[in-house]
């Protein structure tokens, strides 16, 4: 069994196009022994954004902390906010903003692409 | 894109040997479209706990308000809160408890055992 405080999980600040203030952290992932789901922590922070892209693998996202908007696939927007789940199927055109001041965090989880 | 309130997520009362006061949510599941990941959050009220127990497949946890006590195979107890994640891998045994005052919640994500 491994207990880990996500306190001290590497923080990294993810960069590329359409990528703005947006920091990752893999709280559960190959590293701890899970070879098959991966939970990323995600805080975007005020103004800041995901890119518009989609994945070949669902996503299984708990808002965590504050409010953002999720854009869907036809670039309708919506309020999202802690108390929150959502499914993202795989190949489905999906964004996260935070126009808000409070950081906004959520979990994203995945299975492996690498298996 | 499937986007739900957890509130409105059906409560289920646990019931069976080993268990008390234990509910289930299946926060995002089959009945969503994701037919991998199943997210569940677990509450555990004040003197309720989990089985003793393991299964086949592994588990990732997040805690999410309150406090708890995991058990591990050796029956070695560790106290876990809210910014904490675990892995509990394929066959390990494990078990919830809360003594506190306050209701335990938690994720735990797990592959679909019906694939």
Redesign the interface.
């Known amino acids: 069994?491994?207990?880990?405080?996500?306190?001290n999980v590497p923080e990294i600040n993810l960069t590329g196009e359409g990528i703005k203030l947006v920091s990752k952290k893999v709280?559960?992932g190959p590293d701890?022994?899970?070879s098959?789901?991966i939970?990323r922590r995600f805080k975007v922070l005020h103004g800041g954004n995901t890119p518009f892209h989609s994945h070949d693998f669902?996503h299984?996202v708990?808002i965590q902390k504050g409010n953002g908007m999720?854009v869907?696939?036809k670039k309708e927007e919506?309020l999202?906010t802690e108390?929150?789940?959502?499914?993202?199927?795989a190949n489905?055109y999906?964004q996260f903003k935070n126009p808000f001041e409070e950081p906004f965090e959520f979990?994203c989880?995945?299975?492996n692409p690498k298996k």
Chains 1, 2 share one sequence.
């Open positions: 069994m491994i207990i880990k405080k996500d306190a709280l559960i701890d022994g899970s098959n789901i939970m669902e299984v708990k999720v869907n696939e919506t999202i108390g929150q789940s959502l499914f993202i199927k489905e999906h979990l989880i995945i299975l």
